[in-house]
């Protein structure tokens, strides 16, 4: 489906238009959230990718980091991979999770983190990212030292999943920010 108003390149799927296997799926965003975000709309075309997209989401959230930790580990990746849609979506999300505004601007805008440990966070996150899991020994203990410890390290592969997901799919879709967000737009 192509919708040329809004140059999105995929159907945003509600609980009615949804393939049978993303129905209750859908359901439940729409109970989490009290709508069904534009994202789940568009995962829910696949219904493997939007539970496990769902799953990832869980497991992270129940990770070990806390919630300025969760964010900068998704912001960190959003931003490193210029996305429209999770910027701005975790921006408010932050707000909602009562994060400092300090540590969402200094993300969004690729600034200092206010604290030494999340500035190790975000600079083993991105490198990660950037270097597809090779990262070398120093860094590896640097991000020790800074107090995080091997669970913690692991766990930045589960968020940059969980993001993977989103990213990847919200550049091939082109999706809409949803209107709870639009107020947090990001460029790159």
Known sequence: MSNTETNQLVQIHSV??????????????????????????????????????????QLFIDSSFNNDELTV?????????????????????AKMMKVDDEITEALRNQTEMPTAKLQVLHETTLSIVRNRGNISTEEVNNFFEAGYTERNLLEITLGL????????????????????????????
Not at 17 to 22: I, Q
């Open 161 to 188: 999943s969980q993001k993977v997901i989103s990213n990847y799919t919200n550049h091939i879709a082109k999706t809409p920010v949803d209107k709870a967000f639009e107020k947090f737009e990001w460029k790159k």
């Open 73 to 93: 580990v998704w912001q960190t990746i959003n931003v490193e991979h210029a996305c429209h849609y999770c910027v701005p979506a975790h921006t408010g999300i």
């Open 16 to 57: 009615e238009t949804a393939p049978e296997g993303s129905k209750a799926l859908l359901e439940k965003s729409q109970k989490a959230y009290g709508y069904v975000p534009n994202l789940h709309g568009v995962l829910a075309g696949a219904p493997g990718l939007l539970e496990a997209y769902q799953t990832l989401h």
